[in-house]
């Protein structure tokens, strides 16, 4: 997508993920990355991606919240922020929102108010995150 400073890339295909490391890597700031997903998204999906990050020397921690539409909720975004910040996010460090829309509306939210906005990256699960992440 062009937009001239804020151009992005657009990846889409079947079987990425265990990819995704080294595809990820050329966007980060630092070599640090947190994964912010669900916890039924975590079952099929967050093992893979987190072996591809440390297969791209890319240091990452994981945050797995509650699946469903009540993770919308100021409460769980004081509780992210929290948790990020004991994780001692820096401007430096990228936010990866691994799921469906909930999951990328709320990483993409906290990522826009941690330190003045730090890096963000989506990693769709689901048709309709794909389309909103675009």
């Known amino acids: 997508v062009e937009l001239g400073k804020r151009s992005y890339e657009i990846q889409v295909g079947n079987g990425l993920l265990p990819s995704a490391g080294e595809r990820i890597k050329p966007y980060l700031m630092q070599n640090r990355a947190i994964i912010i997903t ?4 975590a079952k099929l999906h967050l093992n893979v991606l987190k072996n591809s990050l440390v297969a791209a020397n890319i240091r990452c921690h994981e945050i797995v919240l509650p699946a469903g539409e009540q993770t919308k909720d100021f409460n769980f975004l004081q509780n992210l ?48 995150s794909q389309v909103d992440s675009s």
């Open 38 to 41: 669900d916890e039924n998204v």
């Open 81 to 128: 922020v929290s948790q990020l910040l004991e994780l001692n996010v820096e401007r430096g460090t990228t936010l990866l929102a691994l799921g469906g829309g909930v999951t990328g509306d709320l990483t993409g939210f906290t990522a826009a108010i941690l330190l003045r906005g730090i890096g963000f990256i989506q990693i769709p699960t689901t048709l309709l």
